[in-house]
């Protein structure tokens, strides 16, 4: 039988492993500890922590599902909002924006070439 302070020690260990591995780069290790069945964490905490191991490692498809079941669950979390919002925006932008940041530093690259040369 388990009692709330064991199932709380148990969470505890959880999270402190999940982010041991993620600190050592094992994000998917770190997400397997908060998923041992497969199926997102019942509990707040370790759903967000799922929720941003997942948004750290970029998987925006996977993280924005996890966030809005945190949101439903807890809806005065407003750092699930935060990043719904934040992962929702960068869903939304066109194809052609993820090319215009790297054009743009290719650019002040090749100008701060030119002024060097134009020093030397």
Known sequence: MSTPSTEALAISLRLT?????????RSREAQAV??????PPANPT????LAALATGQGDYRRALPLWRLLRQRDPANREAQRLI???ELWQ????WMKFVLP???ALLGV???VV???LL
């Open 17 to 25: 492993q999940a982010l041991h591995l993620a600190r050592r780069g």
């Open 34 to 39: 908060l998923t041992p069945d497969g199926a």
């Open 46 to 49: 370790e759903l967000q922590a």
């Open 85 to 87: 919002d934040a992962i």
């Open 92 to 95: 939304a932008r066109p194809p």
């Open 103 to 105: 054009a743009a530093g």
């Open 111 to 113: 100008a701060l070439l």
């Open 116 to 118: 060097l040369l134009a």
